[in-house]
């Protein structure tokens, strides 16, 4: 059962980051990114503390032997977090998640690697549908003539490849490290990293912004947690088409929040990309390892 709890934990961490996302779009209009990178992380540290003490790992929970490898997650998690505002700021939520998509793709030959899993045929394939529909996505609704799109495809292309990176490094964490301490040390160092911007330019925000800021973070903080949970119970390579269902509810906050209504294109992406976190649910162990 644990392996069906790790799914079920990654695809609630999608629906909850996957709404972050849908906040920090709204936010990055106005906002500098290092403002709401400090207000994402600080607000978080609040459900990650409670999440300890329900668990009765606080404060037990606040050591480790392994300070490097939290000092490590947290800087490639603060950069990989602010390459996905920067481009959420230039793109719709959908698109922009499409883009952070690749990152399962890079993670399957780095668990591979670095951890050792052996990865079966069928999540290759499912995770090469997933990848199609990702493209899919992309080829039409993408425009590749303004800058503010360049941008905001380099910064996906920026968070996919450090987010593979991050989930791995997470994987070889679980180990020896409480889930609720990595999601606590990251918070504390991205928390840090964000309050060091000030000088590059903050605003003062109004009472909505406030709201949504620190919607941002309790978001933030419970799908980290439900994220470092999941890898603590199913392997990388399992969990990493499931993903791709966060696709879906941004695709709904695109709709129902910002108005932008998705096209057969986008849809028939969004399809395969279901279809392939359903493969991995109904075949993905049945397979034999290559």
Same mark, same amino acid.
């Given at each position: 059962m644990s392996i069906y709890n790790g799914i079920?934990?990654? $695809?609630l961490g999608a629906l909850l980051i996957t709404a972050m996302s849908a906040v920090v779009h709204h936010l990055a209009k106005t906002v500098p990114i290092g403002q709401i990178i400090f207000w994402r992380s600080a607000v978080a540290i609040i459900p990650i503390i409670i999440y300890m003490f329900l668990r009765g790992q606080f404060p037990a929970a606040l050591k480790t032997k392994y300070p490097k490898m939290h000092f490590i997650r947290g800087l490639f998690g603060v950069l990989s977090m602010a390459f996905s505002f920067i481009s959420l700021a230039y793109l719709p939520v959908a698109n922009a998640q499409a883009l952070a998509y690749m990152a399962p793709i890079m993670t399957l030959p780095l668990a591979?690697?670095?951890? !050792?899993?052996?990865?079966?045929?069928?999540? /290759?394939?499912?995770t090469a549908i997933g990848f199609g529909g990702v493209v899919a996505m992309l080829w039409d609704a993408l425009s590749f003539g303004t800058d503010g799109a360049i941008i905001g495809i380099a910064a996906g292309l920026g968070f996919a490849v450090t987010m593979a990176f991050v989930r791995v490094h997470i994987k070889t964490m679980t180990a020896t490290e409480h889930p609720a301490t990595i999601a @606590?040390?990251?918070? @504390?160092?991205?928390? =840090?990293? #964000?309050?060091?911007?000030? %000088? $590059? #330019? &903050?605003?003062?925000? +109004?009472? +909505?912004?406030?709201? &949504? @800021? /620190?919607?941002? #973070?309790i978001l933030g903080g419970l799908a980290h947690i439900a994220g470092t949970e999941a890898v603590?119970?199913? %392997?990388?390579s399992t969990l990493a088409p499931f993903d791709y269902t966060g696709i879906i509810w941004a695709l709904t906050f695109d709709l129902l929040i910002f108005s932008q209504y998705p096209n057969a294109l986008v849809l028939g992406g969004a399809a395969a990309i279901t279809l392939a976190a359903l493969m991995v649910v109904? =075949? !993905?162990n049945r397979q034999p390892k290559i």
């Open positions: 079920a934990l990654r $695809l591979a690697i670095m951890v !050792g899993e052996r990865i079966s045929k069928i999540v /290759i394939f499912a @606590l040390s990251f918070a @504390l160092v991205s928390t =840090l990293v #964000g309050i060091s911007t000030i %000088p $590059l #330019g &903050w605003i003062t925000p +109004d009472y +909505d912004m406030y709201l &949504w @800021l /620190i919607a941002a #973070g603590a119970r199913a %392997p990388i109904v =075949l !993905g």
